[in-house]
């Protein structure tokens, strides 16, 4: 089994290739990384540095991989150093809103175009991506992070779209948007203050749930957002 994890040096992304890397089921793992390096180093992980929304970049590295039976995306923001998420829209920067739409909803956009040669074997596969909850348009009730809600819904509406049409092209592959739940990661370090007792998950945790949820889908699951225990989310 050949698994791509994109944003393999996060927290989330590093925990699916830990827990992937262990797996006997498991050949190879292609992993990338940006601007951190990974700590981890293990006999069936190549590691490769790509900008997630750098196109050019993207199509001369999947140029050279082999056929994909599960792809995970992990990259995500949610803060830079320079801006959080907005609580008011008088905080809306539009560098910042245009950031987060370029590396939460574009990368999947673009593997999916220079990769989806390396689908086309027929067995079953899957192609994933780390999502959120608070992109969840019917789920909104709190307001606030607006940058980050509306790019994750555009990613969410691009699983959606491509689900449809790799039905036709692609029938063997189940598309799905994942909600990894609260998780302890550099990303929702400033936000884990409120987090209730117990809800804020290891990545280690998370992750072995997220992958109890992709080894059942089937090609029928293609198109739906689901949370690490399997519950059907609204889009
Ligand atoms: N943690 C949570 O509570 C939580 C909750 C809901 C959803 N999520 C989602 O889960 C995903 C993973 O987040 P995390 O918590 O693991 O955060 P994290 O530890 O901050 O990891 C973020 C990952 O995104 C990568 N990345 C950022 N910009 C990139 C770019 N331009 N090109 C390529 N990679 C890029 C980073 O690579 P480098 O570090 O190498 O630059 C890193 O691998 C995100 O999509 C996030 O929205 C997380």
Redesign the pocket.
Known sequence: MNIVIA???????GAFVEALAKRPEVDKIIA?????SSALDHPKVTWHR????DEDAIRDWAAEVDEIDWLIN?????HTRAHGPEKSIRQIDPAFFLENIS??AL?VLLLAKHLHGKFRHGRPAVFAT???KVGSIEDNRLGGWISYRASKAALNMSIKTLAIEWRRTLPNVALVAL??G??D????KPFQRNVPHGQLFTPEYSVNCMLSVLENLTPAHSGEFLAFDGERLPW
């Open positions: 944003g393999g040096s996060g927290g989330i992304g990338t990384c940006n601007r951190h790509l900008d997630l929304t992990a990259a995500g923001i949610l590396i939460n990368p780390v999502s959120a909600h990894p609260t998780t990661t550099a990303l929702s």
